[in-house]
């Protein structure tokens, strides 16, 4: 009988030594913007992410995470949502979801790692099951370089549709300019309208205006024997004198 408890007792406590070392192991590749989740050394997980921009570059290293929480919000960047934080940093670093989807795969975020909602809420579920103190964050890369893939990238995806691209821009915050699209000039037929341009004419051509029609100026004068026209010619005014009056009408003139 005795030998049989101190059996029990040993496969109770090999089972919970055995949950006690499960260990989370998270690692974001800041170059490719991607985080593994590996359980016991077995990767579970792959997602993409976005971390800190160059100017809020998240740190690399290997951290220990140390806290949790649901629902968090950024008391430095106006209250901003940090659903499901897991923190990794005494300066406020964390991995938490982000409403802003649309921008994982680019670093755009103030320093922390982002992941899609759902995904970090997946994260967030592991990580207290298995425990906060067993769970290490480990990060590599350079925003820099991801900015430089994406350059690339998108540099060449563009050049197969068109001969010269515009590569993506990005603002100090390193987010992602919207592209201008290139404005393509009208082709219209040379109808002759010419407008002067400053300091005399030019070769500048542009379409009439609605319903204009080119009319010769009007021309005024008075028809001669050679049969062309000239400039109009007044004869002088003739002047009267106003005849004296005398009885019964006007004097002689």
Same mark, same amino acid.
């Given at each position: 009988?005795?030998?049989? =408890? %101190?059996s029990?007792? *040993?496969?109770?406590?090999?089972? +919970?030594?055995?949950?006690?070392?499960?260990? /989370? #192991?998270i690692?974001v590749?800041?170059d490719?913007?991607?985080?593994?989740?590996?359980v016991?050394?077995?990767?579970?997980?792959?997602?993409?992410?976005?971390?800190?921009?160059p100017s809020?570059?998240?740190?690399?290293g290997?951290f220990?995470?140390?806290?949790?929480?649901?629902?968090h919000y950024?008391?430095?960047f106006?209250?901003a949502?940090?659903p499901?934080s897991?923190?990794?940093?005494?300066r406020?670093h964390?991995?938490?979801?982000?409403?802003?989807?649309?921008?994982?795969?680019?670093p755009v975020?103030?320093?922390?790692?982002?992941?899609?909602?759902?995904?970090?809420?997946t994260?967030?579920? =592991? %990580?207290?099951?298995? *425990?906060v103190?067993?769970t290490? +964050?480990?990060?590599?890369?350079?925003?820099? /370089? #991801?900015l430089a893939?994406l350059?690339?990238?998108?540099?060449?995806?563009v050049?197969?549709?068109?001969?010269?691209?515009?590569a993506?821009?990005?603002?100090?915050a390193?987010e992602?300019?919207?592209?201008?699209p290139?404005?393509?000039?009208?082709?219209?037929a040379d109808d002759?309208?010419?407008?002067?341009a400053?300091?005399?004419?030019?070769d500048?051509?542009?379409?009439?205006p609605?319903?204009?029609r080119r009319?010769?100026?009007p021309?005024?004068g008075?028809?001669?024997d050679?049969d062309?026209?000239?400039?109009?010619i007044?004869?002088?005014?003739?002047?009267y004198?106003?005849?004296g009056w005398?009885?019964?009408?006007?004097?002689?003139?």
């Amino acid at each position: 009988m005795r030998s049989y =408890l %101190v059996s029990l007792t *040993g496969l109770i406590l090999l089972a +919970v030594s055995t949950t006690a070392e499960a260990k /989370v #192991a998270i690692t974001v590749d800041k170059d490719s913007q991607q985080l593994t989740v590996a359980v016991d050394g077995v990767e579970r997980y792959r997602w993409p992410v976005s971390t800190g921009n160059p100017s809020h570059e998240t740190p690399n290293g290997n951290f220990q995470a140390f806290r949790m929480e649901a629902d968090h919000y950024s008391k430095e960047f106006d209250d901003a949502p940090m659903p499901h934080s897991i923190f990794f940093t005494k300066r406020g670093h964390a991995i938490h979801g982000t409403d802003a989807a649309g921008k994982l795969g680019v670093p755009v975020s103030h320093g922390c790692v982002r992941l899609s909602r759902d995904n970090a809420a997946t994260l967030f579920a =592991l %990580v207290q099951k298995e *425990g906060v103190l067993n769970t290490t +964050v480990t990060l590599s890369g350079s925003s820099q /370089v #991801a900015l430089a893939r994406l350059k690339t990238k998108n540099g060449n995806a563009v050049a197969r549709a068109e001969p010269a691209p515009a590569a993506p821009s990005y603002d100090a915050a390193g987010e992602l300019l919207p592209s201008r699209p290139r404005a393509v000039r009208p082709r219209v037929a040379d109808d002759g309208y010419i407008y002067p341009a400053e300091g005399g004419y030019d070769d500048r051509r542009y379409p009439a205006p609605p319903g204009y029609r080119r009319v010769a100026p009007p021309q005024y004068g008075y028809y001669v024997d050679n049969d062309s026209y000239a400039e109009q010619i007044y004869a002088p005014r003739r002047y009267y004198q106003p005849r004296g009056w005398y009885e019964g009408g006007y004097s002689s003139y």
